[in-house]
């Protein structure tokens, strides 16, 4: 990358994300990265939805400064007959002359400025993170349990719904139902 490139990334230096990462990391019991891929993937679609939903925008949280940079790749092909997408791709010749030694499979990064998150954005922004947060957790919980089948496990009574019970496991929350209970057994909340 060329120096003038360098001077004009968008490298914005956030500690206070790392905190967020680390605070919601350990709060829902998944790991870091996991929360910093999710808060990548909605700075890219906010990317995405100022510089155009067609681009190949890329997001990277730095994991020790918690700078953010993004970026629009444009793959190389090697001619103007392979060009299928003229957005995402250019041919060996322009890409040459841009920067002079590409091969066919590379990527043009170029550097794009910081984005302002509009309550619009930024809103969506909270969604996706929401999501891949959700998603994280839901596998983290599964990965606990799906080798406990059959496995007696002790919990605390939370509430009753329509005869089924619904038990609280300390980092889970298990449904017992009203047909695999035993006949005339009565649950209250705190058994």
Same mark, same amino acid.
């Given at each position: 990358?060329?120096?003038? !490139?360098?001077? /004009? *990334?968008?490298?914005? %230096? $956030?500690? @206070?994300?790392?905190?967020?990462?680390?605070?919601?990391?350990?709060?829902?019991?998944?790991?870091?990265?996991?929360?910093?891929?999710?808060?990548?993937?909605?700075?890219?679609?906010?990317?995405?939805?100022?510089?155009?939903?067609?681009?190949?925008?890329?997001?990277?949280?730095?994991?020790?400064?918690?700078?953010?940079?993004? !970026?629009?790749? /444009? *793959?190389?092909?090697? %001619? $103007?007959? @392979?060009?299928?997408?003229?957005?995402?791709?250019?041919?060996?010749?322009?890409?040459?002359?841009?920067?002079?030694?590409?091969?066919?499979?590379?990527?043009?990064?170029?550097?794009?400025?910081?984005?302002?998150?509009?309550?619009?954005?930024?809103?969506?922004?909270?969604?996706?993170?929401?999501?891949?947060?959700?998603?994280?957790?839901?596998?983290?919980?599964?990965?606990?349990?799906?080798?406990?089948?059959?496995?007696?496990?002790?919990?605390?009574?939370?509430?009753?719904?329509?005869?089924?019970?619904?038990?609280?496991?300390?980092?889970?929350?298990?449904?017992?139902?009203?047909?695999?209970?035993?006949?005339?057994?009565?649950?209250?909340?705190?058994?």
């Amino acid at each position: 990358m060329n120096n003038t !490139a360098m001077n /004009t *990334e968008a490298l914005h %230096a $956030r500690p @206070e994300l790392l905190q967020v990462a680390e605070t919601v990391a350990r709060d829902k019991g998944i790991q870091r990265d996991e929360v910093l891929e999710a808060m990548e993937q909605a700075i890219q679609k906010a990317g995405r939805s100022k510089y155009g939903q067609e681009h190949d925008i890329r997001a990277h949280i730095d994991r020790s400064s918690g700078a953010i940079s993004l !970026a629009r790749y /444009t *793959e190389v092909v090697s %001619a $103007r007959e @392979e060009i299928e997408n003229e957005i995402i791709q250019i041919d060996l010749e322009s890409a040459r002359n841009k920067k002079g030694d590409v091969v066919p499979g590379d990527f043009l990064v170029d550097p794009l400025p910081p984005i302002d998150f509009g309550r619009i954005a930024a809103q969506t922004a909270k969604q996706v993170i929401v999501q891949k947060v959700r998603e994280a957790e839901r596998t983290r919980q599964y990965d606990e349990y799906k080798d406990r089948i059959g496995e007696v496990v002790n919990g605390l009574v939370k509430r009753i719904e329509y005869g089924n019970v619904i038990v609280d496991l300390g980092r889970a929350e298990a449904l017992l139902r009203r047909d695999e209970c035993i006949p005339r057994e009565h649950f209250n909340n705190g058994d």
